[in-house]
C-alpha cells in the first residue's frame, strides 16, 4: 500500500527556516527517485526539489541555494531542509515520485502547510 506523510510544516517569518519530513512506505520509497512539490492558493501544483536513488539533486530556480533535499534509507523518509524563506514560498508541500509526470502522479499524502509571513 502506497503510504505519503508528509509533516514539519508551520508558520516562519520571512529569513526563517523549517524542515520537512516526507515518511514513505517502504516499496515506493526504495524503488523511486523522490521529490518534493508545493501548491500555492490559486495556482497548480509544482516541483520544488528532487533527489535520485544515488543522491543525485534537481532544484527548481526559485529555490535553488535556499532549499535543500536530502533522504535517509533507513528511515524511508524525504527530507526538504528550507532556509531564507520568502512569503512566496507559502504553500501546502507535498511529497512523491520524482521523474514522473505531475498527471500520472495518482496517490498524493494529506501534505504539510508552509505559511511564510513577511
Known amino acids: 500500500q502506497v503510504q505519503l506523510v508528509e509533516s514539519g510544516g508551520g508558520l516562519a517569518q520571512a529569513g526563517g527556516s523549517l524542515r520537512l519530513s516526507c515518511a514513505a512506505s517502504?516499496?515506493?520509497?526504495?524503488?523511486?527517485?523522490m521529490a518534493w512539490f508545493r501548491q500555492a492558493p490559486g495556482k497548480q501544483r509544482e516541483l520544488v526539489a528532487g533527489?535520485?536513488?544515488?543522491?543525485?539533486?534537481y532544484y527548481a530556480d526559485s529555490v535553488k541555494g535556499r532549499f535543500t533535499i536530502s533522504r535517509d534509507r533507513g528511515q524511508s523518509t524525504v527530507y526538504l531542509r528550507m532556509n531564507s524563506l520568502k512569503p512566496e514560498d507559502t504553500a501546502v508541500y507535498y511529497c512523491?515520485?520524482?521523474?514522473?509526470?505531475?498527471?500520472?502522479?495518482?496517490?498524493w499524502g494529506q501534505g504539510t502547510q508552509v505559511t511564510v509571513s513577511s
Open positions: 517502504g516499496s515506493i520509497f526504495s524503488s523511486n527517485d
Open positions: 512523491n515520485r520524482f521523474g514522473v509526470r505531475l498527471a500520472d502522479l495518482t496517490y
Open positions: 533527489i535520485t536513488r544515488t543522491g543525485g539533486t
